[in-house]
Every structure is written in structure tokens, then in C-alpha cells.
């Protein structure tokens, strides 16, 4: 286990960072740190590395292997330090406790003028990043420097100061809350019952703090949270107009605080991703505009680039397929898929799993529809029993239909009815079917209850004559892929 962790520390380090490491370890002794060396250059090198492993490759150096898993823990800790001291300046957050380190150092030493100096200077720090709780702890320690410098009335004018900061505290800390919620209903959407969501989301949007503009909030996370709770209560709504003013809203905090923006970027990747998920039906100009804008996005970044990368590249790519889906254009969405599947396998992507559920789909969609069915049902799988409901609940229901589908086209009619069975048991309360998926579904059904009776194609335009009827269909992809499949049955 300590092993392991450790070779997950040591994988995400940068060359610079290993390099910085090892002038590090020459330039502070630790004892026989050529051994420390040894155990980091081995677990670098090797991908598959375990205790007994690792004990033969010291004996073969002459060192001692005893007490092996104290020599990892060690190292860890030599790691961390190194990076600690690579990293000291790289955010205003680290700076800025820096400064409370060397405050608190001279402050023991009795340099209280001197304390105050660096006070002064982190305090202006502190201003470009909005972190009420370094601040409350800046003011102690000017609180403390004061009373032993300039007296008891020094001393008391700052602690006027923390109030302010304490409510600016717990403001942050309810708007978190609020978007917290409204971010689990809109996840939960097909698990819950959607009046219940709606009710909740009353309650929430209800709350005093949405009763002023988001502007007005005081730190850059409670305004970027006021917006984000707004734009997921639209998004429940189905209110793609009012949900995207409300994260282009976000961003527009995000790029009015750059220093904030700089040091969160996977918030604001997160953010400008679902901007580009609604843009996906746009135009292709504006849309691939929007691609462009997010890659670039990696240019500024020092701190958490490699991180941000892997992340921006997961989540543009699942938006080209997003796009190429709704725009029929299956050809172009192989070609993205396959260099997808080559960068999955070349690459450890640490990505949620909610969004692997949604790669994963798009897949299932792409093959159904090149009917390579075995490929499709093997991505189907793979959610259904490798991720649970809760990961995602809406794409997890989904990827049920396209079950249903995939083995009435393998003619496994008596597991489509009892997967059908299955599926109303599960989800009949809580999940409402579109139009598309009533009709497609019923069709499946009574084919699979009767497979050799009917004319399947008859009955397949039959059904896409009355989709084509109906008004107000609601554009998503998965309707995209169900009217494709129906197309494809009818010629």
C-alpha cells in the first residue's frame, strides 16, 4: 500500500520536478540518502513494482532490505518536502502561507515591526486571491504583532477587522452549501422523483442570498457558486437559453479575477466544458470556436498544467463526439472515437466517473449505429457493471434502452422481455421516458413477444410516421441516435 502511494506521487511528478528532487536530496543529507535515491530511481522505472520486488533490487546494491516499508514512508515524506520547496511561490495560496510561516518564525523571535512589514505585503497578496480564511489568520497574527508593538488599542483595531471576515465566511459557506444540492439534484434526475427536485430546487432558489445579484456576493467561489446553483436549476428546467447566460455569468467572474481563474483551472474547465455540451448544437464555426478557446486555455497555466491537459483533452473530445452525433456525422465520430481509444489506453486519466459513463455511451451509440453490435453491447457492458446508477444516473438509464436495442438486433427476444421486465421494475417511478422511447420501446416489445408475426420494417416506418407528427420532440442526442436506428430499420 505504501508502495503503491508512493508510485502514484512519483508518476505524477514532472522531469523538472524529479530532476529538482534529486539536487534536492544530494543538497540535504538523510542519512544514507544514496539508498532514498536507489528506492525513488527503482519505483520510477519499473511500472509494476511490489515489496518483495523492491527488497531484491536493494539486496542486489548492497543495502539493507529490513524495514522496507519505513524507507517508503521516509521517502514519501523527503518527496513531499522537495516538492513543497519547488513549489513555494507557484500560487498566491502558497505564498501567502509562506508568509504566516516566516511570520510566525520572527514573531517568536520578537521582530514584531518586522512581522507587520510582511503582513502588510501578504495582506495585498490576499486581496488578489479572496481566501477569507488565510486572511482571518494574517489579522491574528497582525492582531498579536500589534498588542506587543503598539499597544492594546493597536491591538483592538484589528479585531474590529475579523467580524467582517467571519460573515464573509459563513456567506461562503451557505452559498457552497446551496450549490452542493442544487448540483446532486441535477444529477439525480431519473433516481428521484422530479417533483421532489423541483420542490427542493424552489427551496433552494428561495433562499435570501438569491434575493441580491450574484455580483454583489463578497469572494470570487461564492459568486461563481451563486451562478453555477442558477444555471443547474435551468438545467433541470430543460432551459438551455437561461442556463448557458448563467455559466457564461461564471465565467465571466472567473476571467474578472485571473489570479483566481489561474490557480482553479480544472473549476474552470469544469464550467466552460458545459458551456461547449450546449454550444454542441450550434453552428460548426461556433462551436469548434469554443474547442479552440478551451485548448488554448492550457497556454497560461504553470501550476496543475499536466492535470488540466488530460482533462481538457478528455472533455473536448467527448464534445467533438457530442457534435459529429447531433450533426449525423457518423464517419467523422469513428475516426475521433479511435484516437480516443488509443489515447485511453496509452494514458491514466483520472477523470470521474461520471464522465467515463458518457465516453462510454457515445461509443455504444456509434458502433450501434455502424452496426458492429458486439462492439456496441461490449461499451454497454462495461457501464452496466464496471460504474453504478448514482455515477450517472440519466446516462446509466440510457445505456438500459441501448441494452434493449442492441439484443433485439441479436434476436435475443426472451432476454429483451425480461430485461424489459426488469428495466420498468427499476426504473418505471422514477424515470420518464421521452416520446421517441415509448413508442421505440412498445415496437420492441410487441416484435420480441411475437417475433415472426409481424413485418418489423412496416412497423418500423409505421412508428417513425408518427414520430414525425409529433411536435416539440426534444433535441438530445440520444434522440438522435433512436430516430437514426429507426431510419435504419425502415430502408
Not at 113 to 127: G, Q, T, Y
Request: glycine share 2%; with cysteine.
Amino acid at each position: 500500500m505504501i508502495i503503491e502511494e508512493c508510485k502514484k506521487i512519483i508518476e505524477s511528478m514532472s522531469m523538472n520536478e524529479k530532476r529538482y528532487f534529486k539536487i534536492f536530496i544530494n543538497k540535504n543529507i538523510f542519512g544514507s540518502q544514496n539508498k532514498y535515491l536507489l528506492l525513488f530511481d527503482i519505483i520510477n522505472s519499473n511500472d509494476n513494482i511490489d515489496e518483495n520486488t523492491l527488497k531484491k533490487y536493494v539486496k542486489e546494491q548492497d543495502y539493507s532490505d529490513k524495514n522496507i516499508s519505513y524507507d517508503i514512508n521516509y521517502l514519501n515524506k523527503i518527496i513531499l518536502r522537495s516538492l513543497n520547496e519547488f513549489h513555494y511561490d507557484k500560487t498566491i495560496s502558497l505564498k501567502l502561507q509562506n508568509h504566516i510561516k516566516s511570520v510566525e518564525i520572527l514573531f517568536y523571535k520578537g521582530l514584531y515591526d518586522e512581522c507587520l512589514k510582511i503582513i502588510r505585503k501578504a495582506k495585498k497578496l490576499s486581496i488578489k486571491n479572496e481566501n477569507e480564511v488565510l486572511m482571518l489568520e494574517l489579522l491574528n497574527w497582525e492582531k498579536k504583532c500589534m498588542g506587543y508593538s503598539k499597544g492594546f488599542y493597536g491591538a483592538m483595531s484589528v479585531n474590529a477587522k475579523i467580524d467582517s471576515y467571519f460573515n464573509y465566511i459563513k456567506e461562503n459557506r451557505e452559498i457552497t452549501d446551496l450549490y452542493y444540492h442544487s448540483y446532486f439534484l441535477k444529477n439525480n434526475v431519473g433516481k428521484m422523483s422530479y417533483d421532489k427536485i423541483i420542490e427542493d430546487f424552489n427551496i433552494i432558489i428561495g433562499n435570501p442570498l438569491f434575493k441580491k445579484s450574484g455580483f454583489e456576493l463578497h469572494s470570487v467561489q461564492s459568486r461563481i457558486f451563486y451562478f453555477l446553483t442558477i444555471a443547474n436549476y435551468f438545467n433541470v428546467l430543460n432551459d438551455k437559453n437561461r442556463e448557458t447566460i448563467n455559466l457564461e455569468k461564471t465565467i465571466e467572474v472567473f476571467d474578472q479575477n485571473p489570479f483566481y481563474k489561474e490557480e482553479n483551472p480544472l473549476d474552470y474547465i469544469s464550467v466552460y466544458t458545459r458551456i461547449i455540451d450546449i454550444y454542441k448544437k450550434s453552428d460548426d464555426t461556433t462551436f469548434h470556436n469554443k474547442i479552440d478557446a478551451l485548448r488554448s486555455f492550457e497556454n497560461i497555466l504553470d501550476f496543475q498544467k499536466s492535470v488540466a491537459k488530460e482533462r481538457i483533452f478528455f472533455h473536448t473530445h467527448h464534445s467533438e463526439l457530442e457534435f459529429l452525433i447531433y450533426n449525423n456525422n457518423f464517419e467523422e465520430a469513428t475516426k475521433i472515437k479511435l484516437l480516443v481509444i488509443k489515447s485511453l489506453k496509452e494514458n491514466k486519466y483520472n477523470i470521474e466517473p461520471y464522465y467515463y459513463i458518457g465516453l462510454y455511451y457515445q461509443f455504444a451509440c456509434i458502433q450501434l449505429i455502424n452496426e458492429n453490435l458486439s462492439q456496441s453491447l461490449k461499451y454497454v457492458n462495461l457501464i452496466l457493471n464496471e460504474f453504478k446508477l448514482e455515477d450517472r444516473p440519466k446516462s446509466f438509464i440510457k445505456t438500459e434502452i441501448l441494452n434493449l436495442i442492441i439484443h433485439f438486433e441479436l434476436k435475443n427476444y426472451k432476454l429483451v422481455l425480461h430485461n424489459y421486465n426488469a428495466f420498468n421494475k427499476r426504473y418505471k417511478k422514477v424515470f420518464k421516458l421521452n416520446y421517441i422511447e415509448k413508442k421505440l420501446i412498445q415496437l420492441i416489445v410487441q416484435i420480441s413477444e411475437s417475433p415472426y408475426s409481424k413485418n418489423s420494417t412496416i412497423e418500423f416506418r409505421n412508428i417513425l410516421k408518427k414520430i414525425e407528427k409529433k411536435e416539440d420532440l426534444e433535441e438530445n442526442i440520444s434522440n438522435k441516435i433512436y430516430l437514426k436506428y429507426i431510419n435504419q430499420k425502415t430502408s
